[in-house]
C-alpha cells in the first residue's frame, strides 16, 4: 500500500517553524506519511500574487488531508479569509475543537474535557448578504440556516459522542430572540438528539452558557452549535486550558479535512525559537485519529503530556524558558 500523502501548508510568521515540529513528531513516532508543502497567505501572496493558488487547492483536493500553519489574511477591502474560503470551497461542514486539561499549564482549570463542534459554512459566519450603505450609516448582513446544514452538524456531534464514549451534548442556540434562524437549529436539534437515546441531550441558551463555562465547566461534554456562537465559545472554552497555544482545530467535510493550529500567526515572535508548537502537535493528533491511526496519536499525546506537567523544557507561555527546538527535542526523547 502506498504511504499516505498529506498537503502541508507551513502558514506565516511562526507557521513554519511549528508545523516543522509536529513533522518531527510524526516521523518520529514512525507515521511513514509523504508531505507535499503548498504554500498559502501572505507567504504565497509575496510570492505568487495570489492568497490561495490554484496549485495549492489542488493539492488539499488530491490528498484529502491538510495539515495547516496559521494563515494572515490581510486586513481591509478586498481580501476574504482564507479560512471562510477554505470552508466553504471544500464544504469543511464541521469545526472541531476540544480542548483537555494538561497539568503543568497556568490554566484556571483542572479537569476540563470539552469538544465544542461548530457549524463551519452557515449562519452569520457566511458573509451571506453583506450590505453597508454609501453614507456609511447604515450596514446589514444575512444569516441563513437549512435543515440540512443544522442536521448534519447535530448528527456529527452525536456520532462523535458515541465514538468516544461521551455522555452529553448541549445545544446552544439564541432561540429566545434569534426565533427564525436559532429556532430552526434547537428544533432540529431536538430532533436528532430524539435518535440518540442513550446520550444525554441538554439545550442552553449561549448567554448563559458563556457564564456556565467560567462558573461551571465540568458540566459540559460535547457542544455543538452554529458558526458565531461556535466561534466565540470555542475560543472561551480554549480559555479553560491556558489559551489557544493548547487548542488545536479540524475542518472535517465529506472526504476532505484540514487540522490546523487555530492561534494566529504571531508576526512578533516569528524566527526567533519563541513559539509554543502544542496546538498544532494537537491538531496532527486528531490528524491521526481521523485517520484511523490513534495508537500513535495517543503516544505523541502521553509524550506531550510529560514534557508540560514535568515543565521540562516548556515554553514561555507555560512558564518556562526554552524554545521551539528545545521543546521538540524533550517530546523527541520521549517518544
Not at 479569509?81 to 483542572?110: C, D, H, M, Q, W
Not at 436559532?182 to 430532533?191: D, K, N, V
Not at 497555544?245 to 492561534?263: R, W, Y
Amino acid at each position: 500500500m502506498s504511504a499516505q500523502r498529506i498537503t502541508v501548508i507551513p502558514g506565516d510568521g511562526i507557521g513554519p517553524s511549528i508545523i516543522e515540529s509536529a513533522i518531527e513528531i510524526l516521523n518520529k513516532v514512525g507515521c511513514d506519511f509523504e508531505y507535499d508543502y503548498v504554500d498559502a497567505g501572505i507567504t504565497a501572496l509575496e510570492k505568487t500574487g495570489d492568497l490561495l493558488p490554484e496549485a495549492t487547492l489542488d493539492l488539499i483536493a488530491k490528498n484529502k488531508v491538510t495539515l495547516k500553519g496559521p494563515l494572515t489574511t490581510p486586513v481591509g477591502g478586498g481580501f476574504t479569509s482564507i479560512n471562510v474560503t477554505l470552508r466553504k470551497k471544500f464544504n469543511l461542514y464541521a469545526n472541531l475543537r476540544p480542548v483537555t486539561s494538561f497539568k503543568g499549564t497556568k490554566a484556571r482549570y483542572e479537569n476540563i474535557d470539552i469538544v465544542t463542534i461548530r457549524e463551519n459554512t452557515q449562519g452569520m459566519y457566511s458573509g451571506a448578504g453583506q450590505l453597508v450603505n454609501e453614507e456609511r450609516t447604515e450596514a446589514e448582513a444575512k444569516s441563513i440556516i437549512t435543515r440540512e446544514g443544522a442536521e448534519q452538524i447535530v448528527e456529527f456531534a452525536y456520532q462523535l459522542a458515541q465514538k468516544e464514549g461521551r455522555k452529553k451534548v448541549t445545544a446552544v442556540h439564541k432561540a429566545n430572540i434569534l426565533k427564525s434562524t436559532s429556532g430552526l437549529f434547537l428544533e432540529i436539534a431536538r430532533e436528532v438528539g430524539e435518535r440518540y437515546p442513550d446520550i444525554e441531550s441538554a439545550e442552553m441558551i449561549v448567554d448563559n452558557t458563556c457564564m456556565q463555562l467560567v462558573m461551571n465547566p465540568e458540566q459540559f461534554d460535547v457542544i455543538v452549535t452554529t458558526n458565531l456562537f461556535g466561534d466565540i465559545l470555542s475560543d472561551l472554552c480554549a480559555g479553560l486550558v491556558g489559551g489557544l497555544g493548547m487548542a488545536p482545530g479540524a475542518n472535517i467535510g465529506k472526504d476532505c479535512a484540514i487540522f490546523e493550529a487555530v492561534h494566529g500567526s504571531a508576526p512578533d515572535i516569528a524566527g526567533k525559537n519563541l513559539a509554543n508548537p502544542t496546538s498544532v502537535i494537537l491538531a496532527s493528533v486528531q490528524m491521526l485519529e481521523y485517520l484511523g491511526m490513534s495508537d500513535k496519536a495517543q503516544k505523541i499525546l502521553a509524550a506531550l503530556r510529560d514534557v508540560i506537567e514535568s515543565g521540562d523544557r516548556t515554553t514561555r507561555d507555560l512558564g518556562g524558558t526554552a524554545g521551539t527546538t528545545e521543546f521538540t527535542q524533550a517530546l523527541l526523547e520521549r517518544l
